[in-house]
């Protein structure tokens, strides 16, 4: 008589399919995560690509706006002595970044406490629901 296990026609055991399977899985989870991490790794490549543009244009920009910054000290100075021009305009530039210093405070203020509250509550409920509490 020939042994069930080895024979094509045969269905596999139940211990054969527990022990592919206890095989498999955790084959199917190293291949799994060595494809994320492959992905991830492209996906970092364009983001660090993208993230050097975006560090590129913001220091042309600052460029753009210094280069207005001295077309109006330039521009007032036609008017005015240049040292009062650039004494105006210096004024000007220190008025608009308290302004927006005191805004920004304002933002940040508003978003404190950092924690994610409203996720933590959600949680406190699932663990009292787990526990029987609701």
């Known amino acids: 008589m020939a042994d069930p296990a080895v024979e094509p026609d045969a269905a596999p055991t139940l211990g054969a ?3 592919d399977l206890s ?14 991490q492959a992905e991830l790794t492209a996906k970092g490549k364009r983001a660090g690509m993208g993230i050097g543009a975006f560090g590129a244009a913001g220091l042309l920009a600052f460029y753009g706006v210094a280069t207005l910054i001295a077309t109006a000290v330039l ?3 036609l008017a005015l002595p240049a040292w009062l021009a650039a004494l105006i305009v210096g004024v000007v530039l220190l008025v608009v970044a308290g302004v927006v210093g005191v805004v ?3 933002k940040v ?7 994610p509250e ?5 949680v406190h409920e699932d663990v009292a629901t787990m526990k029987g509490e609701r």
Not at 109 to 115: F, M, N, T, V, W
Not at 118 to 122: E, S
């Open 17 to 19: 399919l527990v022990h």
């Open 23 to 36: 095989v498999q899985v955790p084959e199917l989870i190293r291949s799994e995560l060595k494809l994320a």
């Open 75 to 77: 521009a007032l100075a």
């Open 104 to 106: 920004g405070r304002k």
């Open 109 to 115: 203020r508003e978003a404190s406490p950092l924690k």
């Open 118 to 122: 409203r996720a933590m509550t959600g």
